[in-house]
Each structure stands twice: as C-alpha cells, then as structure tokens.
C-alpha cells in the first residue's frame, strides 16, 4: 500500500513540474541588440538574394517571366515560315542599339550636392563630425569589429539632425548607396559593410521632429595613413556625387 502511494506521489510531482514549467527567464534584448539582430537578418537575406540590384523580387513574377519565354519558343519553333523575318528585325535592333549605345557616357557622371542630398533625404541636416583612428570598434557592449592586422579604422563621424515639425523614417541600409572616402595618400576607399545599428550606410530607425542621431562610417586603410583632408562621394546609379565636408 506505500509503494502504491509513493508511487501515485511521484507521478503528481512529474505534473506538476510539466504543466508549471521550470527553467532560466527568457532574456530581455535592448532596442539595440534586436536593431543589430535585424541588420544582420536584411544583410543575409540580401547577400543571398540574386534579384537584389533590382531590388525585392517576387518570386511568382519570376516564375511567370519563365514560364513566357517557354510559350515564346514554343511560338517561334512553331513559325519556322517567320525566321528570316525574326533575323532581319534582330540585325536592325542591333544595329539601332549600338548607335543608342554608343551615344550613352560610359564614365560615371559627377555632381556636388550636399551629403543629405547624396544620401536621399534632403529634408535631414547631415553634418561631418571629424574622425578618429581605432583597431577595434565597439558599438555598446554587444558588437565589435577588428581591422585586422596591418591595418585601422578611419571612423567618420556624422548627425543626423532633423529640423522639420515631423518624424522622418530613414532607410539606408534600403537605398543602395555606395560610400567611398579618398585619402591623402591619393587611394579611394569604400565603407564597409556592418552590422552596425548606427553606422551612416546602414541606419534604419526614425529621426523625432527636432532631434538628432549620431552615425559613423568605417573606412578600413593601412596603419599610418594620413586622415586629414578626406575627399567624400556616394555613387548612386552609376552617378558620383562629391560631398564638401
């Protein structure tokens, strides 16, 4: 009869630990952290993403596109009749496509516009900040990044002010900008590419009706490179704009 009530005892205790449940508290993330979580997420989607220069594709359009072009060859293998016709409007379009090539710029064009201009929302203040050197940046206490060896950081600093009586949504990581730095040494060099929450080529979040934030960019350049006198420029489309820092 006590075995039978140890064993009626054991079993309750196993319920009530099941249906209670028991373990460690689930970790509470800072606005930062699920910032830099999202970053990461879009910077993964988007590496692996062939449609991404045409930006996000819907894969039912694609397959759509697919299947017409195997209706069109199907129509021409039925049409053998039209062939030569076929050729001789390819042979024109060809040629007219040459002359329309030959008249586009094949140098990328330059403009000065201002950086917030440059970046697509002219409605923000951006201004330069300076720039310091570092081998290693941190971001909080939940993100950091190396140079490597032989090399530092130039890390550009900037604001974001916003003077309007509105809130502005920002989306740079979404713009497709390329940010390039050119140093005194004469070479060019372009941003990197950072999971960073706060950095200028990948910030999303909103800037408050007059407020500010503060963003970097991350140019990595050999130990003892000179950083006065940075030439800045964003390319947009095959289009370089030069910004006066």
């Known amino acids: 009869m006590?075995?039978?009530?140890?064993?009626?005892?054991?079993?309750?205790?196993?319920?009530?630990?099941?249906?209670?449940?028991?373990?460690?508290?689930?970790?509470?993330?800072?606005?930062?952290?699920?910032?830099?979580i999202a970053n990461y997420s879009a910077y993964v989607v988007a590496k692996h993403n062939i449609y991404q220069q045409d930006g996000m594709t819907n894969a039912t359009e694609k397959r759509g596109d697919m299947e017409d072009a195997d209706d069109t060859e199907k129509v021409d293998e039925a049409s053998p009749d039209n062939s030569l016709s076929q050729d001789n409007k390819t042979s024109e379009a060809g040629n007219d496509k040459s002359s329309n090539s030959q008249k586009e710029p094949s140098a990328t064009q330059e403009k000065k516009v201002s950086l917030a201009e440059a970046t697509g929302y002219g409605s923000l203040e951006i201004t330069y900040d300076g720039v310091n050197e570092s081998d290693v940046y941190n971001e909080g206490s939940y993100y950091s990044i190396?140079?490597?060896?032989?090399?530092?950081?130039?890390?550009?600093?900037?604001?974001?002010?916003?003077?309007t009586?509105?809130?502005?949504?920002?989306?740079?990581?979404?713009?497709?900008?390329?940010?390039?730095?050119?140093?005194?040494?004469?070479?060019?060099?372009?941003?990197e590419g950072t999971f960073l929450t706060y950095s200028l080529n990948t910030f999303q979040g909103t800037v408050k009706a007059h407020d500010a934030v503060d963003v970097v960019l991350l140019f990595k350049i050999p130990q003892g490179t000179a950083c006065d006198n940075i030439k800045m420029s964003v390319i947009k489309d095959n289009e370089k704009s030069l910004i006066e820092l």
């Open 165 to 191: 009586d509105e809130d502005i949504n920002v989306d740079m990581f979404g713009n497709a900008r390329t940010y390039k730095a050119t140093f005194p040494d004469g070479k060019e060099y372009t941003a």
């Open 146 to 163: 190396t140079a490597g060896s032989g090399n530092t950081f130039a890390v550009m600093k900037f604001t974001l002010k916003n003077p």
């Open 2 to 36: 006590m075995g039978r009530n140890i064993k009626m005892a054991a079993v309750a205790f196993t319920a009530i630990i099941t249906l209670t449940g028991c373990g460690t508290k689930l970790y509470d993330m800072t606005d930062a952290e699920q910032g830099l």
